[in-house]
């Protein structure tokens, strides 16, 4: 949000679950000269308050992959866009299949294995399903979206992980693990999911996806 206001002089909203994150967004976006320009909410983004037609561009960069139901969410973004708005995503997703099916465990597409890794990395980010990129896609033209490009970010994105378990095996992250020990097994389940998400990448079944659409005027 930021970065937009900053770069563009536009004034944005912020959206997120998190009331921690709405202030220290608030907080950063004072210290840095922007909050005539940025504006941070509590806000469900399956169900904003926001009236129809109210935005010119919804952002959202690694989010999509925490939604329980993307119809519903693709759904709010056509609704509170302007007719010519862009929607502008960037999500984590599996490999691409033939079966659009709206979530990993249904799809016969991928291996039995490659669905229960699916299944382990959603235990431990609580996170649902996980979908392809064409499951976006389907869902989006068929509410009305045209000019559609898509990206394959993954080659960008995959050394990300190996450096966080670098960082977390290093003397500096194996101290701040064992001090936040404390918060309990929340820290040891998350190290466990960077090895499988550095697993996913390796085998070819994760993806870091982009993807954006423009509402028609």
């Not at 202030?23 to 840095?32: G, I």
């Not at 097994?185 to 996806?209: D, E």
Request: glycine letters at 6%.
């Amino acid at each position: 949000s930021r970065h937009l206001a900053a770069k563009l002089g536009c004034s944005v909203t912020g959206i997120t679950l998190s009331p921690v994150q709405v202030e220290h967004a608030t907080e950063r976006s004072k210290a840095a000269g922007l909050s005539d320009l940025t504006n941070f909410q509590v806000v469900d983004a399956l169900a904003t308050p926001f009236e129809d037609e109210s935005f010119d561009l919804i952002w959202s960069l690694e989010v999509a992959e925490h939604f329980p139901d993307r119809d519903a969410w693709l759904k709010e973004c056509w609704r509170v866009l302007k007719p010519g708005g862009r929607l502008l995503v960037a999500t984590w997703t599996h490999r691409e299949v033939a079966d659009v099916t709206g979530g990993h465990k249904t799809n016969m597409s991928l291996e039995k294995k490659e669905r229960k890794l699916l299944d382990k990395i959603c235990k431990y980010y609580a996170l649902p399903q996980w979908v392809q990129l064409k499951d976006y896609t389907t869902i989006a033209k068929g509410l009305g979206f045209t000019q559609e490009e898509t990206a394959d970010w993954t080659a960008a994105i995959a050394p990300f992980w190996p450096a966080v378990w670098r960082t977390a095996i290093s003397w500096k992250g194996f101290t701040g693990l064992i001090k936040s020990l404390r918060q309990g097994w929340a820290t040891l389940l998350g190290a466990r999911a960077v090895l499988l998400m550095i697993k996913g990448f390796k085998k070819g079944l994760l993806k870091m996806s982009a993807f954006t659409f423009v509402k028609p005027e």
